[in-house]
C-alpha cells in the first residue's frame, strides 16, 4: 500500500512540472530564464532524539556571475516518532543591499518503505531584515528519495513558498526536481539536484535553472538516533 501511495505521488509531482511549463509558455521561459546555482556545505550531529547541524551555503544568481546571498542557518531536529519530526531553525542572511535574520518552524511527517522515502515539510517563518522590514513567509516542500545502492539514492523534490510582505502577498517560489545522493563512507555524502522554478518578483514570474550542490559531513559517523531522520535539505 505504502509503494502504491509512493508511485501516485511521484507521478503528481512529475505532472505538476508539466503543468508548470506548460502554463507559462514556452516563450514565456525564453524571454524570463536565468541560471542559478546554489553551493552549500552542511555539518550534522547528535544523539537519541535530536539531531543538529550548521550549513554555511553561497547562491549566486545572473548566470552565476552575481551574488543573490549567503547565509549560515542553525537546525534542531526532534525525532517525536518514526513518523514526524519538529525543526525549529535561524538563518542569518547577507544579501548586496541588505541583511536578514529568519527565525522558522516546520513540521516533517515521513513515511518509509524498503527502498523509498517519503518527507513532506512543512514550514512557518518570520524574517526581518536590517531596515525594520518585516516578512512571514510558508513552505510546503515534498521530497521523494528512492535507494538504488547502498551508495546512491535518486531524489525528485518539489514545492512552493507562499509570502506576506507589507506592501505584497503571494506565492514567491514554485520549484521542481530530480537530484542524486552519493555517500561516500559514513560521515561524508554528496547532494546534487537540479531544479526549474519560477519566481515571483512581485511585477513578474521569472524562471530559473538551479544546480544545487551539498556536502554533508556527518561528525556522528554511525547514526545514533532512536529514529531514522528525514533526509530533505534547504529547498
Not at 553561497?58 to 547565509?71: G, H, I, V
Not at 512581485?202 to 550542490?213: H, V
Request: contains cysteine; aromatic residues 14%.
Amino acid at each position: 500500500m505504502r509503494e502504491i501511495l509512493l508511485k501516485h505521488i511521484i507521478l503528481s509531482l512529475l505532472l505538476t512540472l508539466s503543468f508548470s511549463c506548460v502554463s507559462f509558455g514556452q516563450s514565456d521561459i525564453d524571454n524570463n530564464w536565468d541560471n542559478q546555482i546554489y553551493l552549500g556545505n552542511k555539518v550534522t550531529f547528535g544523539k537519541d532524539k535530536w539531531k543538529f547541524s550548521t550549513e554555511l551555503q553561497t547562491r549566486l544568481e545572473n548566470d552565476f556571475q552575481q551574488l543573490d546571498n549567503w547565509f549560515i542557518e542553525f537546525t534542531a531536529n526532534y525525532l517525536i516518532s518514526e513518523h514526524v519530526e519538529i525543526v525549529p531553525d535561524f538563518r542569518t542572511s547577507v544579501k548586496p543591499t541588505k541583511t536578514e535574520i529568519r527565525l522558522g518552524i516546520g513540521l516533517l511527517l515521513k513515511m518509509n518503505t524498503q527502498k523509498t522515502t517519503f518527507t513532506n515539510q512543512t514550514k512557518l517563518q518570520y524574517d526581518i531584515d536590517n531596515h525594520g522590514n518585516p516578512g512571514i513567509a510558508f513552505r510546503e516542500v515534498v521530497f521523494v528519495n528512492h535507494k538504488i545502492n547502498d551508495k546512491i539514492m535518486a531524489t525528485l523534490v518539489a514545492g512552493a513558498i507562499y509570502r506576506w510582505w507589507p506592501e505584497w502577498n503571494g506565492f514567491q517560489y514554485i520549484r521542481v526536481g530530480p537530484g542524486i545522493t552519493y555517500t561516500f563512507d559514513e560521515k561524508h555524502r554528496l547532494n546534487m539536484s537540479y531544479f526549474v522554478g519560477v519566481e515571483n518578483n512581485t511585477k513578474q514570474w521569472l524562471w530559473a535553472g538551479i544546480p544545487m550542490i551539498q556536502l554533508v559531513i556527518n561528525i556522528n559517523g554511525k547514526d545514533k538516533y532512536n529514529y531514522t531522520p528525514a533526509n530533505y535539505f534547504d529547498f
